[in-house]
């Protein structure tokens, strides 16, 4: 899965199989913003709950704009 660029941001997503769980690393001008956490099923998280989960980052953090 390759990373995710929006609106100055960087999405990058790292995940465990055997865990089922994963996080997306959030990044401004190459900064560590934030770590958001998810947990899923099956052989790597689905590209519509990775799309929610950022999704969710501009609703929730608009400080970080």
């Known amino acids: 899965m ?6 100055g941001y ?3 997503t790292e995940y465990s199989v055997i865990n089922q ?3 997306i690393h959030v990044y401004r001008d190459g900064d560590f913003i934030k770590e958001l956490p998810f947990s899923f099923t099956g052989e790597q998280p689905e ?3 990775l799309e929610k989960i950022v999704e969710s980052f501009f609703e929730n ?3 970080y704009e």
């Open 61 to 63: 953090n608009q400080k």
């Open 47 to 49: 590209p519509a709950l």
């Open 10 to 12: 960087r999405f990058e």
């Open 21 to 23: 769980n994963g996080a």
């Open 2 to 7: 390759g990373a995710i660029d929006r609106e």
